[in-house]
């Protein structure tokens, strides 16, 4: 049975919400699955055998758009740093819309060089060191990453704003409902082709926390965007004191 059945104080609003989102998504509408009282499994495993070819590159473009919309008045020098790099494609963008090099890390290869020996000079894997000199990037954006961070979680945000000499901008959720929890563990097993056990997500992580996380190392909040969305995304502009 799925945890929006088990879940007493459930919040139909919320699951409505998500119910959308996942059609506009996937053009799959799992509604009857959920009344009929499917499991989570069961939902992963009708949407995955159903759902509509991703148009990835896009996805990217308007990734890109909003993020340089919400920045629009925000002094970029030289330098972008993306934490969380998915596509080299994205670098590409990025570079392009704000007419600077972009430089990307994640722990693993993007989806181009997965499956080969390929190499971006402008990529670097992270392993708890950010591989770039102090203050080296005038913007860096953490786009739906934090939630994923599972060890080392200060030392995350310290390598993130000791190479900043400007602005990070970030994007994650506020999960402040059991609802709201449950429908992002679902949302990731969805998107991310992920069994029970193949994957971490942060069911505790807060808006608070994060904002918390960045005053500890020397960063203002000058901006947040809130929403009310599932999963209670939020945008923040953060500046170093």
């Not at 999960?175 to 029970?196: G, N, S, V, Y």
Request: proline share 2%; aromatic share 14%.
């Amino acid at each position: 049975m799925s945890k929006f059945v088990k879940n007493a104080n459930i919040d139909w609003q919320k699951i409505k919400m998500f119910i959308n989102y996942i059609k506009n998504i996937t053009g799959v509408y799992i509604g009857g699955l959920i009344k009929a009282k499917k499991t989570d499994s069961e939902i992963f495993d009708y949407i995955k055998k159903n759902k509509k070819e991703f148009n990835y590159n896009e996805f990217i473009i308007n990734k890109v758009d909003k993020i340089y919309k919400e920045l629009l008045y925000i002094p970029i020098e030289e330098n972008i740093l993306d934490i969380g790099t998915e596509d080299i494609k994205f670098l590409d963008e990025m570079s392009l819309k704000f007419n600077t090099k972009c430089y990307g890390i994640n722990i693993e290869n993007p989806i181009e060089y997965k499956n080969s020996n390929k190499k971006d000079e402008r990529f670097s894997v992270y392993n708890k060191i950010i591989p770039h000199p102090d203050l080296f990037f005038s913007l860096v954006t953490i786009i739906q990453v934090i939630h994923h961070v599972e060890e080392d979680f200060e030392l995350f945000f310290k390598e993130a704003c000791r190479v900043c000499n400007g602005y990070i901008y970030i994007k994650d959720v506020n999960l402040r409902t059991e609802t709201e929890k449950d429908i992002f563990e679902l949302q990731h097993k969805i998107f991310e082709d992920a069994e029970d056990n193949n994957f971490y997500m942060n069911r505790e992580m807060t808006a608070n926390k994060i904002i918390d996380e960045f005053k500890k190392n020397n960063f203002t909040l000058i901006s947040a965007n809130y929403t009310n969305n599932f999963s209670g995304t939020f945008t923040a502009i953060f500046k170093r004191n």
